[in-house]
């Protein structure tokens, strides 16, 4: 049965002023009212690549050749092409605002601001560029950063891929051996690092981690490092150094730099799987294949416009901080924040959406569950009238965080939106066209065929099922680095369903009869007891309405021919895991999904294991609880906590 109004959180007031809307009535795909028929115009998108993509260039204004050949069909989807003759220069079409329109803002967690306007910006990347060509560097090279979320990450990698380098980048608090996993595999020639980082108030220094970095990656001939933290110059000196990223650029300030056309192909950026379950997957994604689908995504999907500023709050390691970066090409401005979000406290990021006027804001759901267990009421306290959109990713958005938003931010397009590291992009996400409902992702975004299926590639609507994409799009990898026959690529998405040429993701998910997807978890993840499938998501959702519990993570735990569900929960100081809780946590879990999804056997653990991005890591859990050695501990963000685990049972 189609859901009530009274469902709808959210719909545009006008559509029709979208960029959507926009695009769509330039092909014909608007009623007689001007609103967007979004079925029909998705159909469109999937089945005539040639003529959709070719529209999409020329309205999102890409910046250099198209060429004749917009799509060819290749023997399988990793073989399919886009724009085999185009050319263009990622970096030039970052960089074409106007001289006195600022493109960077940043804040540290003390509040200092600083900001970058496009003259400046262009100057500064130019500088790196050249100085980066002084070095030796050339087209293919890689170029690697250990950065904070800030001015120098983006000049860098800007600066590398004006000349055709390569870049790659982890957030300093990576430790040394997780580094080393990532950046050894493509043998950088150049690392861009800072002296120094801070969280929580405190000043990290990162020379031992440089000089371990150093010792164990024999191809990096160059250090070039910058002071972040106003001081870095007085902690230990690296002992690799080759110099301060100021004076290692400033002398090309005066000297011309011509952006090279470069092939739509053109390997932009090499980004790593979490690595949770074995050495980290490195994806190679495209320049031109990035660029056209940022933009698709950001202007038609998200209604960015010329003018706007996007704040996502993420770091270097994490594949939204190249998302983000695209915006600039399409004339927004990036407000940038490294650091704690709750230092000095739980307010900081919405202090900044207020001071500077922000009108996109993206995060993690992960942030905004943290939000609502702080009890926050930004809307109360900051002047968020800017505000249009706000986005969540890295994780399922339950309906609790929903609930948190409209109530407490206001009346906003609210956009969950799921894709991941594998494309740099998303498979579901927001659709200023279409209503917001609670729990739900609103669609999927054009030019993708997304689906989900059971073992026979059937569709299934309200079942839960594989995401699985049937078609190719310019954001598939090129290739993973070093893999010889694309083994490991076909291995990681093509495995799933034997013989069919068919990407699958690896979540669990719904597609509900309003056309929106909830995502349930990852697949490898899913438990399976008595033999029913059943998503970890739905366990979660149940438990948000618990207040004391902080966060908890569900496996499956082996039982000789049968499998239990396991819960652990991390409580709030001073809680106990007693009685009246369990009966508490088991009787909303039934309520909220079902009696097959209550625990068997719940544990309260100090702290649970989360990835560097932000996400619950159910594998590393499920493998301790299971003896099995933890393949790559470095993708951990707080290895530590795995010792509440080991030997519990």
């Known amino acids: 049965m189609q859901k009530n109004k009274k469902d709808i959180l959210w719909q545009a007031d006008d559509t029709k002023k979208t960029l959507l809307a926009k695009f769509a009535k330039e092909l014909a795909f608007c009623d007689e009212n001007g609103v967007v028929k979004t079925q029909d115009l998705h159909e469109f998108s999937i089945s005539k690549p040639k ?56 804040y540290d967690e003390n509040g200092k601001r600083n900001e970058l306007n496009y003259k400046n910006l ?64 493509i043998e950088p020639k150049i690392l861009f690092c800072a002296s120094a980082y801070s969280y929580g108030g ?68 090499i980004l790593f799987s979490s690595g949770t379950t074995g050495k980290p997957k490195c994806l190679i994604h495209s320049a031109g294949g990035l660029l056209i689908t940022h933009k698709k995504e950001q202007q038609l999907h998200c209604d960015i416009k010329k003018g706007d500023s996007l704040f996502y709050f993420t770091t270097c390691g994490w594949m939204m901080w190249n998302w983000q970066l695209s915006a600039l090409a399409s004339g927004a401005t990036l407000v940038l924040f490294d650091g704690n979000p709750f230092y000095p406290t739980p307010k900081r990021l919405f202090e900044i959406l207020e001071k500077e006027k ?37 994780s399922p958005l339950i309906s609790s965080g929903f609930d948190w938003v409209y109530k407490n931010i206001g009346y906003v397009h609210l956009a969950s939106i799921s894709g991941g590291t594998d494309i740099c992009a998303c498979f579901v996400g927001a659709n200023p066209a279409k209503p917001v409902y609670r729990g739900q992702i609103q669609g999927i975004m054009l030019g993708l065929d997304v689906d989900v299926v059971d073992e026979n590639i059937n569709s299934l609507i309200e079942e839960a099922g594989e995401l699985v994409c049937k078609n190719s799009h310019p954001s598939m990898p090129i290739a993973f680095w070093g893999d010889e026959g694309d083994l490991r690529y076909k291995e990681a998405y093509f495995s799933r369903f034997k013989d069919i040429d068919i990407w699958a ?28 499938r059943i998503g970890t998501a739905e366990i979660y959702r149940s438990l948000s309405k618990i207040k004391v519990i902080v966060e908890s993570v569900v496996i499956g735990k082996q039982i000789e021919n049968d499998v239990e569900i396991w819960l652990f929960v991390k409580l709030k100081e001073g809680e106990k895991l007693d009685e009246v809780l369990k009966k508490e946590i088991k009787t909303s879990i039934r309520n909220g999904a079902s009696p097959r999804h209550v625990p068997k056997r719940i544990f309260a653990v100090p702290d649970i294991p989360v990835t560097r991005s932000g996400k619950i890591s159910e594998i590393a859990v499920r493998d301790i609880v299971h003896g099995k050695e933890i393949k790559n501990i470095g993708a951990l963000a707080n290895p530590e906590s795995l010792r509440y685990f080991d030997g519990l049972f």
């Open 358 to 394: 922000v009108t996109h804001f993206g995060t993690s759901a992960r942030y905004i569950d943290a939000c609502l267990k702080e009890g926050l009421t930004p809307k109360d306290e900051f002047d968020l009238s800017n505000l249009r959109a706000v986005f969540s990713t890295g």
């Open 51 to 106: 003529e959709f993509y070719s529209k999409l260039w020329d309205f999102l204004g890409i910046k250099g050749e198209k060429g004749g050949c917009i799509f060819k069909k290749g023997a399988s989807l990793i073989e399919d092409e886009f724009f085999c003759d185009a050319k263009l220069n990622y970096a030039q079409n970052l960089l074409l605002g106007k001289d006195e329109d600022i493109a960077l803002i940043f």
């Open 202 to 269: 405190k000043i990290f220094s990162l020379s031992d981690k440089i000089n371990e970095v150093m010792k164990n990656i024999s191809s990096i001939k160059e250090v070039v490092v910058f002071d972040f933290v106003n001081g870095g110059e007085n902690l230990p000196k690296i002992k690799s150094q080759t110099g301060w990223f100021e004076s290692w650029t400033a002398r090309f300030a005066e000297e011309k730099f011509e952006y090279k056309q470069f092939a739509f192909n053109q390997p932009l950026v």
């Open 505 to 532: 993701q690896g979540d669990w998910a719904k597609r509900t009869k309003e056309g929106g997807f909830v995502i349930l978890g990852r697949s490898d993840a899913t438990l399976n007891p008595g033999g029913v």
């Open 122 to 185: 262009r100057l500064k990347v130019k500088q790196t560029a050249l100085a980066l060509k002084k070095s030796g560097i050339k087209q293919g090279d890689r170029v690697v950063g250990i950065v904070p979320n800030c001015f120098e990450a983006i000049i860098c990698h800007l600066g590398a891929a004006a000349i055709g380098a390569i870049w790659s980048s982890c957030s300093p608090d990576f430790g040394a051996n997780a580094i080393i996993d990532r950046f050894s595999q």
